[in-house]
Nanobody, 119 residues
Framework: QVQLVESGGGLVQPGGSLTLSCAASGSAFSIIGMGWYRQAPGKQRDLVARISRSGMPDYSDSVKGRFTISRDNAENTVYLQMNSLKPEDTAVYLC?????????????WGRGTQVTVSS
């Protein structure tokens, strides 16, 4: 089994910054893709950003130029640097990874961390 622990959420004023992190732990796994999704109340879960094993990032149009995703393969950790935050960025942010194990490739989700952008 693989466990994901997210941290870094909180309350920030519009225009502020936050950095989220998600650390994966477990046994006998190799991470393939890593990413962040978000879900606001009453809305569907949407992709925010993802990054391939080789470090190639991909962003939703709503966060391009403001958010930066990165990963530390040695630490099995993915980060999301969020700048110029807007009230519409308010949501629960969830980490998602795909990992290969002896049983095949599986997808794992974190529990989420709340990000609130408000004055």
């Amino acid at each position: 089994q693989v466990q994901l622990v997210e941290s870094g959420g909180g309350l920030v004023q519009p225009g502020g910054s936050l950095t989220l992190s998600c650390a994966a732990s477990g046994s006998a796994f190799s991470i393939i893709g890593m990413g962040w999704y978000r879900q606001a109340p009453g809305k569907q879960r949407d992709l925010v950003a993802r990054i391939s094993r080789s470090g190639m990032p991909d962003y939703s149009d709503s966060v391009k130029g403001r958010f930066t995703i990165s990963r530390d393969n040695a630490e099995n950790t993915v980060y999301l640097q969020m700048n110029s935050l807007k009230p519409e960025d308010t949501a629960v942010y969830l980490c998602r990874i795909s990992a290969s194990r002896t049983t095949g490739v599986d997808v794992y989700w974190g529990r989420g961390t709340q990000v609130t952008v408000s004055s």
